[in-house]
């Protein structure tokens, strides 16, 4: 590729599951580096995920505070992905839910000022096929994800449904939190559709 053609820059923020936690060689097989592979040469993907990552400021471990975030900015994406849920559904980090909606709008506005002004989508996460690590999949499913949608609407944002097309697949999770390979390469092959549709519709990001 000529390298003097501009890359369109995506950062994956997010948390264990962008991370690629669990997963041998992630740097080959997190879903970042499974969507480079798909998107090509036209595309630079950086992997911005931090593990027990919350976007609650007041959680356990709030993604705010992590040098990932920070790198994740200085990348200056155009696009920025965020898959943020898991972490946030338990004990510790759920009793900030008033927090919930300011919080996930303040992080997004965090990216939306960057002189890039990058699209962002946001990822419904992935189902947790059973209460594990602290991770409440009841809350996912009735609190999280319906929440994400209205602010997703509320504020004409890209939506990414990582939880619907995954609810069948468990032996996608080993664990029953975190994806292994074949569901690293499910989750990137459904933002990459996501991705080259929107970008096929928005001269600005493509």
Known sequence: MDKSIKKIKIACAGDSITYGHGIKERERYSYPNQLQKLLGEKYEVGNFGTNHATVFKNGGKPYWNM??????KDFLPNIVIIILGANCSN????KNQKDYQSNVLELIQNFQNLITKPEIFICLPPPAFQKKYGVRPL??????VPRLKMIISQ????SIDLN?????NV??????????????????EIIYNCIKKTTNN???IS
């Open 155 to 158: 504020n004409n944002l890209f």
């Open 171 to 188: 032996d996608f999770f080993p664990d029953s939190i975190h994806p292994n390979r074949n569901g690293t390469k499910k989750i990137a």
């Open 67 to 72: 040098i990932s975030f920070q790198k994740a």
């Open 139 to 144: 809350i996912i499913e009735n609190e999280i």
């Open 202 to 204: 928005n001269a600005n």
């Open 91 to 94: 004990k510790t980090n759920w």
């Open 164 to 168: 619907t097309p995954i609810k069948n």
